[in-house]
């Protein structure tokens, strides 16, 4: 099984990116997605994270009404739009997956987890 995240880069405050997550080796379908970040020295945080039907999304309050969550089943992918992008948004961004139909926003509850792309928000 593999997460692989994309659309990580190097770019201006008020900027935008768009990340993209592309699962192999299993549907997720019936799985809950998200999205997690770590900066350095720091602990790894949620983001955002969309059940399996994409009915229902929750945000961290630091990027509500900023970032937008999505996903394909038919490309088994999710996505995590983000505007307005700001230096405290600089971090590592980690896909995450969580087995069954239920949601997440804890590293504990994670089953799967991708390698990792990197956003910096810098002027």
């Known amino acids: 099984v593999q997460l692989v995240e994309s659309g990580g880069g190097l770019v201006q405050p008020g900027d935008s990116l768009r990340l993209s997550c592309a699962a192999s080796g299993r549907t997720f379908s019936r799985d809950a997605m998200g999205w997690f970040r770590q900066a350095p020295g720091k602990e790894r945080e949620f983001v955002a994270a969309?059940?399996?039907?994409?009915?229902?999304?929750r945000y961290d309050d630091s990027v509500k009404g900023r970032f937008t969550i999505s996903r394909d089943k038919v490309k088994n992918t999710v996505y995590l739009q983000m505007n307005s992008l700001e230096p405290e948004d600089t971090a590592v961004y980690y896909c995450a997956a969580r087995r069954g139909l239920g949601s997440f926003s804890s590293v504990f509850e994670v089953d799967y987890w991708g390698q990792g792309t990197q956003v910096t928000v810098s002027s």
């Open positions: 969309i059940n399996w039907s994409g009915s229902s999304k």
